[in-house]
């Protein structure tokens, strides 16, 4: 479940196109002035790359444990998507 959004995105009306991140909620509870999470079994580290905002958001809030959600522009996230992985998933998304 979503529990926050931290949006990094240079270009926040792309919604097609984004790299996005979860991590337990947890993990930030060493932000000043964050609200506490209480440390659970939630995922250290997942990315999806070339996920729409929408799609991002479901997968998020499907999780057991609570996470925050951070989006960036597209290839902008850790573990990147090859320009040609990239190009392949634009033209089976836009086939759908």
């Known amino acids: 479940m979503i529990w926050n959004i931290i949006d990094r995105r240079k270009s926040p009306y792309r919604w097609k196109l984004v790299t996005a991140i979860i991590e337990a909620t947890w993990h930030d509870n060493g932000v000043p002035?964050?609200?506490?999470?209480?440390?659970?079994?939630?995922?250290?580290?997942?990315?999806?790359?070339?996920?729409?905002?929408?799609?991002?958001?479901?997968?998020?809030?499907?999780?057991?444990?609570?996470?925050?959600?951070?989006?960036?522009?597209?290839?902008k996230g850790i573990n990147v998507a090859s320009r040609s992985e990239v190009q392949a998933l634009q033209r089976t998304k836009t086939k759908h």
């Open 33 to 75: 002035d964050s609200d506490q999470a209480e440390r659970d079994d939630g995922p250290t580290y997942e990315e999806k790359a070339a996920i729409s905002v929408a799609d991002a958001i479901t997968w998020a809030q499907a999780e057991a444990f609570p996470v925050t959600l951070y989006l960036y522009d597209l290839g």
